[in-house]
């Protein structure tokens, strides 16, 4: 069975960058459509990119002012989210999530079937 594990998370300065990784095992991502969300603690779960199985169509959401860039390895079965211009508002758990590949991804977290853990990401000087 599919089993998404996120890493990359941690503390970092404000304006500084970090990039996450969602890894997979039991399955690969090859045919998967892979979100990045986060939650804040007693809010809802929001996306915040996502990507097509073959690399092809990436959205991120506009809030994010193009800060997130999102990219994916199959050969690693890994997707990466790098984080730029990060701000304490940034600060969360970040998730990972797949689900069958469709012709676009969605920013919609209903429509992923599996999760990872997440990883905390603080952000503070």
């Known amino acids: 069975q599919l089993q998404l594990v996120e890493s990359g998370g941690g503390l970092v300065r404000p304006g500084g960058s970090l990039r996450l990784a969602c890894g997979a095992s039991?399955?690969?991502?090859?045919?998967?459509?892979i979100g990045w969300f986060r939650q804040a603690p007693g809010k809802e779960r929001g996306g915040v990119s996502c990507?097509?199985?073959?690399?092809?169509?990436?959205v991120s959401v506009d809030s994010g002012n193009g800060r997130f860039t999102i990219s994916r390895d199959n050969a690693k079965n890994t997707v990466y989210l790098r984080i730029d211009s990060l701000s304490p508002k940034d600060t969360t758990v970040y998730y990972c999530?797949?689900?069958?590949?469709?012709?676009?991804?969605?920013?919609?977290?209903?429509?992923?079937?599996?999760w990872g853990q997440g990883t905390q990401v603080t952000v503070s000087s």
């Open positions: 990507i097509d199985s073959r690399g092809s169509t990436m």
């Open positions: 999530a797949s689900r069958t590949t469709r012709s676009i991804c969605s920013l919609g977290s209903s429509r992923y079937d599996y």
């Open positions: 039991g399955s690969t991502l090859d045919y998967l459509d």
